[in-house]
């Protein structure tokens, strides 16, 4: 793919292999293992469905409406549960079409390509956050489906198109992807208590995503610039329209939850609707929004577009670039 790229002797230097060597150092030293680093039979990490260790943390927009609040106990375990686990499948199956993504990525470099070692090593670790997922869902019992049908039907196809075509499009989707659930796990860590065995799995997830969101960033810091002034308009407009249907999938209470646990449709549409689940889907995409401004993508038009999406938001503050190479150490 860099060999496709428009020349580069009258623009800025790419900043990306530069960061390669760091991330594959920490990819290294700083890797973990689905089945060597979390004890899943131990006594204290066991999980299921009555665990009272499983209700909704207190940002979630479900927890603040009335119905919620007037469940019993066991109810609100089982809920917050499902919610979890429900995140956690889309995660995989995030991470499965990332994976592809990536793989077409690396078949086509040449040797000596910078970029094929940490693809792989990036490749390795969701693996292993898909094996971390998928196992806690297995033992939970909740029955999740995560992506919606025709999602994972269309997504399989066209993820590895976008990954040739319009790389810039594929690392929006990366991040579409990984900021989302990064915020929430980052939140749900900071301000809320939780089941140990949960605790553990975003720890382990934040550590190594902060690694791979690094380099979808970074990727894009050197493409966007060097694309045609079409190929950026177009990236501006589409960007609001992925972050409107990938955002909710991580954040929105799911429907499934009226199939499995009787939560009434209108109660999952209030906290859809509700102030608090508006912010927190402004908020999860806070992170991508700024770096589309920092690159120039927030035109007019396309402020339009993340306002019709219900995204958009004026940040008070840019991206710091210490802090974010903080993220990636």
Known sequence: MTATLPPQTDR???????????????????????YLDIDWDAPELAIGPDDDRCGLFEFDPLAETEWYRNQA???QARIGLHRIC????????????????LLSYAFRLPNGA?????????????????????????????????????????????????????????????????????YLQRRQLREGTT???IEQIMKIHITEEARHIAFART????LVPRLSRFRRTMLSIRTPIV??????????????????????????????????GRRLRKESVAKLRRLCRDLGLMTPVAKAV?????LYEEDARTVDPAAEQAAAA
């Open 12 to 34: 800025p230097a790419r900043k990306l292999p530069a960061l390669l060597p760091r991330l594959n150092r920490q990819s290294v030293e700083k890797r973990s293992d689905a």
């Open 73 to 75: 106990p066991e109810v």
């Open 86 to 101: 429900s995140a956690f499948k889309v995660g995989m199956q995030f991470e499965n079409l990332l994976q592809r993504g």
């Open 114 to 182: 910078p970029e094929y070692r940490y693809l792989h090593h990036e490749i390795i670790e969701e693996s292993q956050h898909s094996l971390m997922f998928q196992e806690l869902v297995n033992r939970s019992g909740m029955p999740v489906k995560g992506m919606p049908l025709w999602l994972r039907t269309t997504a399989t196809v066209m993820v590895p198109v976008f990954q040739r075509l319009l790389p810039e499009q594929f690392f929006v989707l990366v991040l579409g992807g990984e900021d989302p659930v990064d």
């Open 195 to 197: 089941h140990p065995l």
């Open 219 to 222: 990727y894009l810091k050197d």
């Open 243 to 276: 972050l409107w249907i990938m955002a909710p999938l991580m954040v929105d209470p799911s429907f499934e939850l009226h199939r499995a646990h009787g939560v009434p449709k209108d109660v999952l549409r209030e906290a859809r609707r509700s102030p608090a």
């Open 306 to 310: 993340w306002r019709t999406c219900g």
